[in-house]
């Protein structure tokens, strides 16, 4: 019998109870305000302009590649769009901030697939104003 090293190391076990499915458990983040991919691509665009007029030029390279991923996979690009996103989103009142950044950072095609992905909505809103809120969303995203 070889008694060679493992090749990996155990996986960590998670701390606490977190939980992004049917009852939605966040733990010490369940309050806390989330942004979409979008938001954030901007939010983060909008610092560094701002440090870059400051003179500061001090980018990591974590921060060049979190910015090519956003710049990757942030559906909505134009500063009007993701704004009025956000809005449409503000107003689903039964949501939690968690569900209202999902929603718009993954824009599902429909329903079932929006409540596929993230099960907490489930029984948060009916199959056919959830595809109107989808609807909505999809106008403003633009394909380039």
Do not use: W
Request: hydrophobic letters at 35%.
């Amino acid at each position: 019998m070889s008694t060679t090293a493992p090749t990996s190391r155990a996986r960590e076990q998670p701390q606490g109870d977190e939980e992004a499915a049917k009852d939605l458990r966040l733990g010490e983040f369940q309050s806390v305000p989330t942004l979409t991919l979008s938001e954030a691509r901007l939010l983060i665009n909008a610092v560094m302009d701002h440090r870059k007029q400051g003179g500061k030029q001090d980018e990591t390279e974590m921060l060049r590649n979190t910015q090519q991923y956003l710049d990757t996979f942030a559906r909505f690009k134009q500063k009007e769009n993701i704004e009025a996103v956000e809005r449409m989103l503000a107003a689903q009142t039964n949501f939690e901030s968690f569900e209202r950044s999902q929603l718009g950072t993954l824009c599902c095609d429909t329903a079932e697939e929006a409540k596929t992905l993230i099960p907490s909505i489930k029984d948060k809103i009916n199959d056919t104003d959830l595809k109107e809120l989808l609807d909505e969303i999809t106008k403003l995203r633009t394909f380039v």
